[in-house]
DNA sequence: CATTCGTGAAGACGAAT
DNA sequence: ATTCGATTTCACGAATG
């Protein structure tokens, strides 16, 4: 029963405006029924009309202009009967857009439902309006609960600086969550906030526990127990963070916590030496192979410290480690055997 | 005084039995 | 499902400058 879902194919998200030019002329079969501002077009000298928000020529089909994104309904043939049609007109973001897509195979229920109250079939009438009651139902909250995720996980890339392509892989993997049945005692938090986790990995721009702790609504240990699940159960087979990608940020997060210490005299003269430096500390190490087992943002701190004594810059271990979040301890424990292994053991 | 370093206890996780 | 080993964190004090 569970074929009715065609929620695997959200693949295809390829701009809508192809689409609109595709069959809107289907219910215009004479060009002369919508009015257009009149020009000509530069390809074979035709007239052009303005349709939908497009601009065609209605003898070579070019279009003119097609730069603005459909944000309106599709109800323009359909206006005599008007039913139903407003479950369509969604939010025009594009995450949510997926998700406006799921929600237009609710009309043809409406036939069986809606048409007839009362026929001579009671029974099998009513049997059947209870099945497909249920499934709606069902398929109802699930549309909702998605909504909301969905909702969530753009909220918290926006904070967190993710891309839109990271999202969309959020979106991806929460709906397979939700299509394998994955949340029974999780919560939609939990879940959202794992998968963005995850796809923000997947995607070689990871953030860490702690800042996804600061703009997910539940407790970090919670989404992290849900990442580890999910990761699990749809063998997403994520590999360990890269501590270079981590770099970036934990330079310019060093810089800020520095810069919101006065009182501190430490200073950071050349942000971008210390980040190569501390990059060929990180590459020097996972050729050495002793970055295996340890967390990579540990190796990352570590290494932006190794790196500020190296390029004499005063860094302490406190501001390395609130622009991070690892201990000074695991500081300490890593930067030393980050110089013994590369070629910068001599401070 | 600020910073760094070292230590043992405790929690979490992966692997193995 | 429970142990074991490694890693990380926490809390504290000592050493260094």
Same mark, same amino acid.
């Given at each position: 029963?569970?074929? $009715?879902?065609?929620?695997?194919?959200?693949?295809?998200?390829?701009?809508?405006?192809?689409?609109?030019?595709?069959?809107?002329?289907?219910?215009?079969? +004479?060009?002369?029924?919508?009015?257009?501002? +009149?020009?000509?077009?530069?390809?074979?000298?035709?007239?052009?009309?303005?349709?939908?928000?497009?601009?065609?020529?209605?003898?070579?089909?070019?279009?003119?202009?097609?730069?603005?994104?459909? =944000?309106?309904?599709?109800?323009?043939?359909?206006? !005599?009967?008007?039913?139903?049609?407003? !479950?369509?007109?969604?939010?025009?973001?594009?995450?949510?857009?997926?998700?406006?897509?799921?929600?237009?195979?609710?009309?043809?229920?409406?036939?069986?439902?809606?048409? *007839?109250?009362?026929?001579?079939?009671?029974?099998?009438?009513?049997?059947?309006?209870?099945?497909?009651?249920?499934?709606?139902?069902? =398929?109802?909250?699930?549309?909702?609960?998605?909504?909301?995720?969905?909702?969530? $996980?753009?909220?918290?890339?926006?904070?967190?600086?993710?891309?839109?392509?990271?999202?969309?892989?959020?979106?991806?993997?929460?709906?397979?969550?939700?299509?394998?049945?994955?949340?029974?005692?999780?919560?939609?938090?939990?879940? !959202? +906030?794992?998968?963005?986790?995850?796809?923000?990995?997947?995607?070689?721009?990871? =953030?860490?526990?702690?800042?996804?702790?600061? /703009?997910?609504?539940?407790?970090?240990?919670?989404?992290?127990?849900?990442?580890?699940?999910?990761?699990?159960?749809?063998?997403?087979?994520?590999?360990?963070?890269?501590?270079?990608?981590?770099?970036?940020?934990?330079?310019? *997060?060093?810089?800020?916590?520095?810069? *919101?210490?006065?009182?501190?005299?430490?200073?950071?003269? *050349?942000?971008?030496?210390?980040?190569?430096?501390?990059?060929?500390? /990180?590459?020097?190490?996972?050729?050495?192979?002793?970055?295996?087992?340890?967390?990579?943002?540990?190796?990352?701190?570590?290494?932006?410290?190794?790196?500020?004594?190296?390029?004499?810059?005063?860094?302490?271990?406190?501001?390395?480690?609130?622009?991070?979040?690892?201990?000074?301890?695991?500081?300490?424990?890593?930067?030393?055997?980050?110089?013994?292994?590369?070629?910068?053991?001599?401070?």
């Amino acid at each position: 029963m569970t074929e $009715i879902e065609l929620s695997d194919e959200m693949y295809t998200r390829p701009s809508r405006d192809e689409e609109t030019t595709a069959d809107a002329d289907e219910d215009s079969p +004479t060009a002369s029924a919508p009015m257009g501002q +009149t020009q000509t077009c530069p390809e074979c000298e035709g007239t052009v009309t303005t349709r939908d928000n497009e601009d065609v020529c209605t003898s070579c089909g070019l279009v003119i202009e097609d730069d603005e994104i459909d =944000r309106g309904p599709e109800w323009r043939a359909y206006n !005599s009967k008007e039913q139903s049609e407003k !479950s369509r007109v969604g939010s025009p973001t594009t995450v949510l857009m997926h998700d406006d897509g799921l929600s237009t195979n609710i009309s043809w229920q409406m036939k069986d439902g809606y048409g *007839n109250s009362l026929s001579g079939k009671k029974r099998q009438k009513m049997k059947r309006l209870r099945t497909w009651n249920r499934r709606f139902k069902t =398929r109802d909250a699930k549309e909702r609960n998605l909504r909301q995720a969905l909702g969530e $996980i753009q909220r918290m890339a926006a904070a967190l600086n993710l891309p839109e392509d990271t999202q969309e892989t959020a979106a991806v993997i929460y709906r397979r969550a939700l299509s394998e049945d994955l949340l029974p005692g999780r919560s939609i938090e939990g879940i !959202s +906030t794992a998968s963005l986790y995850a796809a923000a990995r997947t995607h070689g721009t990871p =953030r860490t526990l702690d800042e996804f702790a600061r /703009v997910s609504r539940i407790e970090k240990d919670r989404f992290e127990k849900a990442y580890w699940y999910v990761n699990k159960e749809l063998n997403l087979e994520i590999e360990p963070a890269d501590p270079t990608s981590y770099l970036p940020r934990f330079v310019d *997060n060093v810089e800020a916590a520095i810069e *919101n210490d006065p009182d501190s005299h430490a200073n950071i003269t *050349n942000a971008n030496e210390l980040e190569t430096v501390a990059r060929d500390l /990180v590459k020097a190490a996972q050729r050495a192979n002793v970055t295996s087992g340890k967390a990579p943002t540990s190796i990352a701190a570590a290494a932006v410290y190794a790196a500020s004594l190296l390029t004499n810059q005063q860094v302490t271990q406190r501001h390395v480690s609130e622009a991070t979040d690892v201990t000074t301890v695991t500081i300490r424990n890593r930067y030393q055997e980050l110089l013994e292994e590369t070629d910068y053991c001599d401070i």
